[in-house]
């Protein structure tokens, strides 16, 4: 016979997982920044990571989520960073 433990945890971390993502659902929030100022630029990185960390911070323990958050911040940080050099570079793609 095989005895499988854990289950009971796994299956409370997947609820919280969904609870969790059930807190992005919908606008995650909106940040301005100006691109020609690098001060502008890291406020708006540093107010997502806020946004982020207030709709999912009861969760970072979560072994789903926490590694979730911080991709999103992640990705967040890179596309505010790529917009503002589009901007920059005066592209019309942004």
């Known amino acids: 016979m095989i005895k499988i433990t854990g289950l009971d945890e796994l299956s409370q971390e997947l609820k919280n997982a969904e609870m969790a993502l059930e807190t992005l659902d919908g606008e995650l929030g909106t940040v ?3 691109a020609n100022d690098p001060a502008s630029i890291e406020a708006a990185i540093l107010s997502v990571e806020t946004i982020i960390n207030e709709k999912l911070g009861e969760y970072a323990d979560n072994s789903f989520i926490g590694p979730l ?13 790529d917009r503002a050099a589009a901007i920059r570079l005066g592209s019309t793609d942004v």
């Open 32 to 34: 301005t920044f100006d």
């Open 69 to 81: 958050a911080e991709q999103m911040k992640e990705h967040y940080r890179e596309a505010i960073i």
